[in-house]
């Protein structure tokens, strides 16, 4: 699973859970509870817990990345 | 080293870890966004909540509104929706009179449904009568103490509104059951009595009293002995959840459901009381796991699932309990806890702003009513 991670992905399925969780409520409100209040409270949840942390640990990545591939191509000085 | 982040396991580790130190912070600040004007009591913070239950009320809720598989909870979450609503509304026109004029009709329209045979039919096919045709009755019909606090809520805004009489004939009837019984236990369906039912019928003479110029004070002095004595675990200091009213003896174990709800209500009535239960829910059943807190259902020692009263229980804590000891905490000034169970509430109820009301989204009507009247729970009496 891990081989397949990217920060692309990441960034995607953020967005879907943070889509889900704004927009969510509002359908909820509007159509009653009942059907989508499991997969709203499951965004709601990984929204405020995973979510962040998620981006951060993939902007980090990205930044590593950024360097390592620069030290790979001798922009940067590896001292 | 960098590069070291380029393989699986290394990469799994960094997410896991910065993942569990963001989860133990970004949550309960996310969370607990706008707890300080709720707590304050600011109109911006009341005013929305109280315009989405007055919503609710004016599109109509009913028994058909509830699904619980069951008619008498259903009449009975349609019953408590509109009582809840009206104490709830009734908390917002007092702390902001500019709005009462606005809130009134629909606490108007709450006493109108409680009084509406159709609402407590559940009582009257438990009791083969009508409890509001039949308060001559020695039959308890405790249920009609929540009817009663929504016309008591009525009462305190418009001490001349057109259910006046009813209200007192009700509030009698009530208190002459309550006088009349040894154990300070009155039954709220044959055989079946419930602290958290008689604590709505003791609450509402309290409300009456306040709304009406009444004077119960003899009564509700009285009944404090018994009730102290027969419904009260000394070991948890929590109310047992249901009681023989023949004997005067526990038929439930303690709970924090109903503490919490008699907590709310005794608060309009007994306020030392109120106090004493909710000092124990709040040193012997408060839960909290990264700044989200909650209220354990079930008294130490003693073990049990989630029920219509409960609501759902996760991990030992309770809906129900979490949510009606908020208001004791606004009442009694135990902030901290007041901040955590509003982060549960915002987390799992969801609040939307949609034009000029703030619904909690997931609570439906009972839940955005009960809501309303945690949050605004008042540390003084109206």
């Keep these: 699973m891990m081989k397949r991670w990217s920060p692309r992905r990441a960034i995607v399925f953020a967005s879907i859970v943070l889509v889900v969780d704004g927009l969510g409520g509002y359908a909820l409100d509007a159509v009653g509870v009942v059907p989508l209040a499991v ?15 998620m981006m951060i640990a993939t902007l980090v990545i990205v930044v590593v990345r950024a360097i390592t591939g620069a030290r790979a191509n001798g922009s940067v000085s590896s001292r | 080293m960098l590069r070291a982040l380029e393989r699986p396991w290394p990469r799994l580790a960094l997410f896991a870890i910065v993942t569990v130190v963001c989860a133990s912070f970004v949550p309960r600040v996310w969370c607990g966004r706008g707890v300080d004007a709720i707590h304050r009591g600011d109109r911006s913070a009341q005013e929305p909540l109280a ?13 058909s509104s509830f699904h619980t598989g069951s008619a008498r909870f259903d009449g009975e979450w349609t019953l ?36 509406d045979p159709a609402s407590t039919a559940f009582g009257a096919e438990a009791w083969g009568e009508r409890g509001l045709d039949a308060l001559g009755s020695t039959n308890g019909h405790a249920y009609l103490g929540y009817a009663n606090l929504a016309l008591g809520a009525l009462r305190v805004l418009a001490p001349n509104n057109r259910f006046a009489a009813q209200h007192d004939r009700l509030t009698e009837a009530l208190a002459r059951r309550l006088d009349a019984s040894p154990h300070g236990i009155v039954e709220t369906y044959p055989r079946e009595a419930y602290p958290a039912d ?34 009260i675990d000394g070991a948890s200091g929590l109310a047992f959840q249901s ?64 029920d219509i009263d409960s609501g759902p229980v996760l991990f030992g804590v309770g809906v129900t309990a979490s949510a009606f000891t908020l208001a004791g905490a606004r009442m009694f000034g135990d902030r901290d806890l007041y901040e955590a169970i509003y982060r549960t509430a915002n987390l799992f109820g969801a609040p939307v702003d949609v034009g000029g009301r703030r619904p909690f989204a997931v609570a439906g009507s009972i839940g955005n009513a009960i809501l309303l009247a945690m949050l605004t729970a008042t540390p003084e009496l109206p």
Excluded: W
């Design chain 2, 243 to 306: 009681m023989n009213a023949a004997s005067g003896r526990p038929a439930g174990p303690p709970r924090a459901s109903g503490t919490a709800i008699a907590v709310y209500f005794l608060s309009f009535a007994d306020r030392v009381l109120a106090r004493d239960l909710f000092a124990a829910l709040r040193t012997s059943q408060r839960a909290e796991f990264l700044g989200f807190g909650g209220v354990r259902e079930y008294a130490r020692g003693h073990v049990g699932s989630g």
């Design chain 2, 198 to 231: 008689i604590a709505a019928v003791v609450g509402s003479i309290g409300l009456y009293d306040r709304g009406a110029g009444g004077d119960h004070r003899a009564l509700l002095a009285k009944y404090a002995t018994p009730m102290r004595a027969c419904c």
């Design chain 2, 51 to 63: 315009r989405a239950v007055a919503h609710a009320i004016r599109s109509g809720v009913g028994v």
């Design chain 1, 39 to 53: 997969p709203f409270l499951l965004a709601r949840l990984l929204a405020r817990f995973v979510v962040p942390g």
């Design chain 2, 80 to 115: 408590a929706t509109h009582q809840m609503a009206a104490l709830g509304l009734m908390q917002v026109a007092l702390a902001h009179p500019e709005l009462r004029a606005e809130l009134l009709p629909a606490i108007e329209t709450c006493a109108e449904r409680v009084l």
